[in-house]
């Protein structure tokens, strides 16, 4: 039972264009989402994150859309650079008083110049 | 630079063997947590520590035993492998584990057991 869906495995965008990455849940008690980025060798790093409560939050060149109806939320990066060129997991956090992450399958984003 | 440290950052072990693998984080956190990561596949949740106490144990074998012997430190003992449990093991801390606050990961040690 996969709670948190990536459908695409991979993604390559132009330099400069918007890269918009998605995810999929099933479970409408989640309550809080992140996103991660890694790199190969390295373990996952923070890149934003947004409450339930919220439909939109920014941060910089990332903005992270939530739509509750649809449960769905999606990262744009804009614009796109070479060092974006990682694996994107988004993940929720299950809702049962502490902070147990669900990650989806994962995004390989790849940057091309 | 990661701010949560985990070593050692790779381990080779036969299936008698017993060690550890040991995390630390200086950020005055009080939320710990061990995942596994298999190749091309999410992380998935361990142990959750709380406070120094284990808070989410997701049903994981015996062989596989945490500690927590103080609010920096958290280890994974590990005994009588099995050559299914080679993978990525990643170490997180968020300041508790009820807040809308991230975790913060380490970079893993890779773990392979003959």
């Known amino acids: 039972d996969q709670q948190v869906k990536q459908n695409s495995p991979s993604l390559s965008v132009q330099e400069g264009r918007i890269s918009i990455l998605n995810c999929d849940y099933t479970?409408?008690?989640?309550?809080?989402f992140l996103w991660y980025k890694k790199y190969p060798a390295e373990g996952p790093t923070f890149l934003i994150s947004i409450s339930s409560i919220k439909d939109k939050n920014e941060d910089g060149r990332f903005t992270v859309f939530l739509n509750k109806s649809a449960k769905h939320l999606s990262l744009h990066i804009v614009p796109s650079q070479p060092g974006d060129s990682a694996v994107y997991f988004c993940a929720a956090r299950a809702p049962q008083g502490a902070q147990k992450l669900v990650f989806g399958q994962g995004t390989r984003l790849t940057i091309n110049p | 630079d990661t701010e949560v440290t985990q070593t050692p950052k790779h381990l080779v072990m036969g299936m008698t063997n017993k060690k550890s693998l040991k995390c630390e984080q200086h950020?005055?956190?009080?939320?710990m947590y061990w995942y596994k990561q298999k190749a091309k596949k999410p992380p998935e949740l361990m142990f959750v520590?709380?406070?120094?106490?284990?808070?989410i144990n997701e049903s994981v074998p015996s062989r596989f035993s945490p500690e927590c012997p103080n609010s920096s430190l958290l280890n994974l003992h590990l005994h009588a492998l099995q050559p299914e449990d080679s993978a990525l093991y990643l170490c997180a801390s968020s300041p508790n584990d009820y807040s809308n606050q991230p975790q913060h990961f380490g970079d893993g040690t890779r773990l392979s057991i003959l």
């Open positions: 950020m005055g956190h009080r939320a």
């Open positions: 520590y709380s406070y120094e106490k284990l808070s």
């Open positions: 479970n409408s008690m989640f309550d809080y």
